[in-house]
């Protein structure tokens, strides 16, 4: 490894890790709140006065500029809560919160402020404003509408409450499905109970005992440990115990029934959403989620999803018959859920003659690493350099730099892969810094990519699955999305101000490399001999990509619609009704319906804690513009040209304009369904 730059010529903009403390946290909030009210009431005064002139200097520029003043408080404070959930970060977290939603509910309420952009908008120096600073301006106004800036005060205070509750409902969904996970855990004395799971998964058991002193296995319910049962062991009952108390988690079902169940945040928290929504002169809160996003209506994206499910829905039936038959040949009759899973894994090493596990020793994570670099380096001419002696959080940690082609350094970012036990479960990327211009000129933008692999076994380095590969490839591409802008305006820089039904296009854009031949033969070498993987397991490996797509379709599907139609068919006099929903989605969309005791709702984090409500089917939607983006460097034969203008186009332009105009910009054209329906395996053209 090169020798990497000393830190004090780097110029990015840190947190200081090393002395941030969760008891520091609410103080420094406070502070940062105090300085941005004073900044906000002398700037109310100005607006005030008729001499002032509005321009972008006057108004925007100081908004912007306390919007990043808490960011670079609020944004450490925040993600330590997603990485380190222990009581005292929480406790943090949850005083700050509210502060925080009603500071921003201030600004977005604020009538002043709005009446001032209305004014910036109509008056006769906006159109010589650029492209990105007319758009900031326009997308300002809708959030204000959104924010319910025209309401009588009574109900803008009725909205500002419902916000408030809301922040905490959802923070407290998150929480419960975090102590369900770690509350849950069983305790295996011979490895003889573990018969068919693979090496790897039992050692990471093994040493989950070792570390509370005992000897024998541990299984947990965070993701990797889950998936090493469920996929691989032999025993059924087994498999079924793990499935139950994963199916269950934050329930009132299953082993912990009760114990940290969500149902009723659920029902609050649908309850609050509709409420914001009517208030706004919405339906639903469906419409209310759509009104900033690239999808013209809650119509469409049903529509979009039922089309996707008609086109699906045989394949993924054979599929489920391919699973069953093999099952039954094992004697197993009564197919179930937790069958699934394992079942799938031995078809796809009897179909296509190998299985996830066997790949993972060309997956050593330094080589990974390495071959995702070099891919960026050859596609979009930005070098990766690992940057040690950053604090950072956890030893886990590591630090990476990105330059240009001319040398300058244009992003920083940090990779935390390992699951932990207080680790929020599932990958994603947030942002550290966002890029941004201000009087003391461009600050470069950083970004936490945070997964949970599971860790390496004592004596190899990490052998992550191809699975994981998939997941930091996605990391990556939301990076880069945010790393690579080069637009200026704090609020449509990089991911910000990009439709949240697009936001996923770099992201799974870059998954489409895991499954090209050259790209991996560039870096899936054997961690022991350094062996490139075999062409015949290559071959079958790009030929997986339409493996059992139907059901894993299907299934996400299944989770787009409930997601629309719970938002949807909010009823204030019959609550929520999820349970009715889900049945009515899964007789439509489900090949496979799980047992009754299942409670898929009550661990949706993505709807009911984090920013996917009523836009779920943002994965399915925005995957139709990756296939599409994808398939453009195909027809090139992966000239270096379209790496170019995938850059300057969909990784440069941010939200500084439309996704469809940035889409086009690209492609030439808009995005047609035909590269996903390939990519799934599915013939074209026909519908029924
Ligand atoms: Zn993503």
Not at 14 to 19: A, I, K, N, T, W
Not at 386 to 398: F, K, L, P, Q, S
């Amino acid at each position: 490894m090169v020798n990497s730059p000393p830190l004090a010529q780097l110029p990015f903009e840190l947190p200081p890790f090393e002395s941030i403390r969760p008891e520091h946290a609410e103080g420094a909030i406070d502070a940062v709140l105090t300085t941005n009210r004073r900044a906000l009431e002398t700037l109310r005064c100005a607006l005030n006065d008729p001499a002032q002139v509005i321009t972008w200097d006057t108004l925007v520029a100081p908004l912007d500029e306390m919007g990043e003043r808490l960011r670079r408080v609020w944004g450490p404070i925040s993600h330590l809560f997603s990485v380190t959930n222990t009581v005292e970060w929480r406790q943090a977290h949850n005083a700050c919160l509210p502060k925080i939603t009603s500071f921003n509910l201030e600004i977005s309420q604020d009538y002043t402020l709005y009446k001032a952009y209305q004014a910036l908008a109509s008056g006769s120096h906006f159109p010589k404003l650029s492209a990105a600073r007319q758009k900031v301006i326009r997308d300002a106004l809708r959030d204000f509408r959104l924010a319910g800036i025209s309401l009588p005060e009574g109900e803008k205070k009725k909205y500002r409450a419902g916000a408030l509750r809301l922040a905490a409902a959802q923070t407290k969904f998150e929480e419960n499905v975090i102590d369900a996970v770690q509350a849950w855990e069983k305790y295996v004395p011979e490895e003889s109970s573990l018969t068919g799971m693979k090496s790897a998964g039992k050692e990471r058991a093994r040493q989950k005992a070792a570390d509370k002193g005992r000897d024998g296995y541990l299984l947990t319910l965070d993701f990797p440990s889950y998936d090493a049962v469920i996929r691989y062991a032999d025993d059924r009952a087994l498999r079924r115990e793990i499935f139950e108390a994963y199916a269950t988690r934050a329930s009132d079902q299953g082993p912990l029934a009760g114990r940290f169940d969500n149902t009723p945040l659920i029902e609050e928290i649908l309850g609050l959403r509709h409420e914001q929504a009517t208030l706004l002169g919405f339906a639903n809160y469906a419409e209310l989620s759509l009104a900033s996003k690239m999808a013209p209506s809650v119509v469409a994206v049903e529509s979009f999803l039922l089309d996707m499910n008609v086109r699906v829905r045989s394949k993924a039936f054979a599929e489920l018959d391919r699973i069953k038959t093999l099952a039954a040949l094992d004697g197993i009759a009564d197919f179930e859920s937790w069958d699934l899973p394992y079942y799938s894994e031995r078809l796809r090493t009897e179909r296509l003659g190998f299985s996830e596990d066997q790949l993972r020793p060309y997956f050593s994570a330094p080589r990974v690493l390495r071959g995702l670099f070099e891919l960026v380096e050859r596609q979009f001419g930005v070098r990766v350099e690992a940057i040690d002696g950053v604090t950072t959080w956890h030893r886990d940690v590591r630090t990476f730099g990105l330059r240009d082609a001319d040398n300058r350094w244009i992003g920083f970012f940090y990779l935390d892969p390992y699951s932990r036990q207080d680790k929020r479960g599932g990958a994603w990327m947030d942002e550290c810094v966002g890029r941004h211009r201000d009087a003391d000129g461009v600050h470069l933008p950083s970004a936490y990519l945070t997964c949970n692999f599971g860790r390496a076994a004592e004596g190899s380095p990490p052998l992550w699955t191809h699975t994981e590969v998939v997941t930091l490839f996605h990391e990556f591409g939301h990076g880069l999305q945010h790393m690579l802008t080069n637009v200026d305006e704090a609020a449509v820089s990089g991911i910000r101000g990009v439709a949240w039904d697009a936001v996923e296009l770099p992201s799974q854009f870059m998954e489409n490399w895991c499954f090209d031949g050259e790209c991996l033969r560039s870096f899936a070498r054997h961690w022991q001999t350094d062996e490139p993987l075999p062409d015949a397991l290559l071959l079958k490996l790009t030929a997986s990509r339409s493996f059992l797509t139907g059901l894993s379709t299907a299934r996400q599907l299944e989770l787009a619609l409930f997601d629309l139609r719970v938002h949807r068919d909010y009823d204030p006099g019959a609550g929520a009704r999820i349970g009715l929903t889900l049945d009515a989605v899964r007789r439509e969309v489900s090949v496979m319906p799980p047992p009754p005791f299942s409670r898929m709702p009550q661990s949706f984090g993505h709807v009911f804690a984090g920013g996917y409500a009523a836009g779920y089917y943002s994965y399915k939607w925005a995957e139709v513009l990756a296939s599409d983006a994808f398939s453009a460097f195909e027809e090139a034969g992966f000239a270096p040209d379209t790496g170019r203008s995938f850059r300057d186009t969909i990784l440069a332009l941010g939200g500084s304009e439309e996704a469809m105009d940035v889409f086009v910009r690209f492609r030439g054209r808009p995005p047609t369904i035909d590269a996903l329906l390939r990519q799934i395996g599915l013939e074209l053209g026909i519908k029924a």
